[in-house]
């Protein structure tokens, strides 16, 4: 999938909460480094996990079901595997009034369900990391694909 950057950066500028559907309490798992970043960079982060319901992760709850995300959710973002995608934009669709995207990480894809999506207006990211998509577009991604910080010169 190719995607304009000015596309990419207009959906990152008008999002202020995304639900990240999927997300683990691991702090290794690129769910959670993903979803710390985002929360970092001032966004409100949902998470959702109904393995972790009722945990604490970044100052919010983790919620179940997206039916427990608050309304103003601007973007759900995807950490399950492409067959699961269905069920989880059906409820998006049903229990989210305000979403304007669905974003599908990395190695996610559905066809269908995008085309469900965007139906709606609902606008449709796959295969894509939102972190990276951030960092690239609002100059943290340094050569290599790397955001390190400092590298010491010692090596």
């Not at 999938?1 to 990152?12: G, K, Q």
């Not at 319901?53 to 595997?81: C, H, N, W």
Request: neutral net charge.
């Amino acid at each position: 999938m190719t995607y304009a950057d000015e596309f990419l950066r207009d959906v990152l500028k008008r999002a202020r909460t995304i639900a990240v559907v999927g997300v683990s309490m691991n702090e290794i798992r690129p769910s959670y480094y993903v979803a710390r970043y985002l929360s970092l960079k001032g966004y409100r982060v949902i998470p959702v996990n109904p393995g972790h319901a009722g945990k604490t992760l970044f100052g919010e709850t983790v919620i179940g079901d997206l039916s427990e995300a608050p309304d103003d959710v601007d973007i759900v973002d995807i950490f399950r595997r492409s067959d699961a995608v269905p069920p989880i934009v059906e409820r998006a669709l049903e229990v989210l009034p305000g979403l304007r995207t669905i974003w599908m990480q990395i190695g996610v894809e559905h066809a269908e369900a995008a085309a469900q999506a965007e139906a709606r207006g609902i606008d449709v990211i796959q295969n894509r990391c939102p972190k990276i998509e951030h960092q690239r577009l609002f100059g943290e991604l340094r050569k290599g694909g790397f955001a390190t910080g400092v590298i010491s010169s010692k090596l």
